[in-house]
């Protein structure tokens, strides 16, 4: 089955080390995107991705970095230059084609917890 | 920029009955979607029900509807006869030109046995 995979569910960081989390895709969709989850907060942009080896800052990009080699491949670096990294983490992919607008496809996410 | 707003934190609803979720938007796109995401205890997004904005007709998706007024810039989501399985927190989103889903911050629905 098509889907999005987001590893690992539960992740545990200590203070100043960088972690990456995992968003592969097998739905030949070609945009993906990373948004942070946090209590009463809704869900905030971090980066997203149109095209492979090509991707912009969200709304709250600081202390984040992504690539993007390959269009099934999105990952996320959060780094010690984030302050506050403990939070959910989804990640999406959207096909772009004309003629219409089908809604995002979420992974299942990451639970970062700073320890 | 867009924005999103769900004014209402918590909602809930008797089984069976309806319940209607609120949403408001702010673009200044003429071309967009709208979409109501559900997210239950497994923290998986699920999409609900999306609507054309260029479409006055109002989208249906089984027992969930939409009241899109497009010209108040408001967006709910009307839930009839509530099944436990509803509870969970629904999110209003926008998606413009820029393709860069916004969300709002999300409603709790409980639905009372």
């Known amino acids: 089955d098509g889907g999005i995979t987001q590893s690992p569910k539960y992740l545990f960081r200590k203070e100043g080390q960088n972690v990456t989390l995992s968003c592969e895709q097998n739905?030949?969709?070609?945009?993906m995107y990373w948004y942070r989850q946090d209590p009463g907060q809704g869900l905030r942009l971090i980066y997203y991705?149109?095209?492979?080896?090509?991707?912009q800052k969200g709304d709250i990009a600081e202390g984040y970095s992504v690539s993007r080699e390959k269009k099934e491949s999105f990952p996320l670096t959060v780094t010690s230059a984030q302050k506050n990294p403990t939070a959910f983490y989804l990640c999406?992919?959207?096909?772009?084609?004309?003629?219409?607008?089908?809604?995002?496809?979420f992974g299942s996410g990451t639970r970062l917890t700073v320890v | 920029a867009q924005t999103v707003t769900q004014s209402q934190p918590e909602m809930s609803v008797q089984e069976a009955e309806t319940v209607t979720l609120s949403c408001t938007y702010d673009?200044?796109?003429?071309?967009?979607?709208l979409f109501w995401y559900k997210q239950p205890p497994s923290r998986q997004m699920i999409l609900v029900i999306r609507?054309?904005?260029?479409?006055?007709q109002n989208a249906t998706e089984n027992r969930f509807s939409v009241n899109f007024q497009k010209a108040a810039k408001s967006f709910s989501l009307k839930i009839s006869d509530s099944q436990l399985g509803d509870a969970a927190m629904y999110f209003c989103?926008?998606?413009?030109?820029?393709?860069?889903?916004?969300f709002g911050k999300g409603i709790t629905l409980s639905v009372r046995p």
């Open positions: 991705s149109q095209i492979v080896n090509d991707f």
């Open positions: 989103a926008l998606d413009g030109a820029n393709s860069k889903l916004t």
């Open positions: 609507q054309e904005a260029y479409k006055q």
């Open positions: 739905l030949n969709h070609d945009a």
């Open positions: 673009t200044s796109e003429s071309d967009y979607y």
């Open positions: 999406a992919s959207r096909r772009t084609l004309t003629g219409g607008n089908y809604g995002y496809t």
